[in-house]
């Protein structure tokens, strides 16, 4: 079972549309941050939120972290086909010295 | 910014061999390393987790005497696939962490493992 469950598993879009992946745990979490992995690639940290209630903007991408530190979201704006790529939550938490990450979510924008 | 290096990328090896994969901080010291395995399209499975001048802690399912990890200085950490099988064929994936903080994790870029 996954500490770290994410919503929708796979997603394919237009170039231009929105879209909101989600990430969700039923226990807290000190931390939260959002990955990017290519294929054959190690993923590559886009944001860390630490405080609940949290937003971050990264360009067309907001970052929210929940009010209870157990869930995050991603939203992003006008989706382009270099938004491709397999996009992973991850999170250490208070009780455990260890650092999890979510079952992922692959997108594909389409031109 | 915090880099950390892994070697090799990929390794082919047969049936019954061992396989070392290193994965070192270059520019930070590591207190504690993670282990990570990735098959296709999934998400990354905690293997283990190592500190410094101590045992690795093991994942649930994680064979330790399949999977040694050894973690002998504050910037080396290494995964040996002993006796390694096909099905030990997958993505492996190291992290570091500088620190306590429970964020500020760097990842090294991979290493595909093939048995043949």
């Known amino acids: 079972t996954q500490l770290l469950e994410q919503s929708p598993q796979f997603l394919s879009i237009q170039e231009g549309e929105n879209l909101t992946v989600y990430c969700n745990s039923s226990?807290?979490?000190?931390?939260l941050q959002w990955y990017r992995q290519e294929p054959g690639e190690g993923p590559v940290l886009l944001v860390t939120?630490?405080?609940?209630?949290e937003v971050k903007k990264l360009k067309r991408l907001t970052f929210q972290f929940g009010d209870a530190r157990k869930d995050s979201s991603l939203h992003i704006t006008a989706a382009q086909p270099g938004d491709t790529g397999l996009y992973l939550c991850a999170g250490g938490g208070y009780n455990f010295n260890k650092f999890y990450f979510g079952s992922g979510t692959k997108l594909n924008v389409k031109p | 910014g915090a880099v950390v290096s892994q070697h090799p990328s990929r390794v082919i090896c047969k049936s019954g061999t061992s396989v070392k994969i290193e994965c070192r901080s270059l520019d930070f010291q590591a207190t504690t390393m993670f282990w990570y395995r990735q098959f296709p399209k999934q998400s990354l499975m905690l293997m283990a987790t190592s500190n410094e001048g101590s045992k690795a802690t093991y994942e649930q399912g994680v064979e330790k005497d399949k999977f040694l990890i050894n973690h002998a200085s504050l910037t080396l950490s290494t995964l040996t696939v002993t006796s390694a099988h096909p099905e030990d064929s997958s993505f492996y994936i190291c992290s570091a962490r500088e620190g306590i903080a429970n964020y500020g994790y760097t990842f090294g870029s991979g290493t595909r493992l093939t048995v043949v």
């Open positions: 939120v630490v405080t609940g209630g």
């Open positions: 226990s807290v979490f000190s931390s």
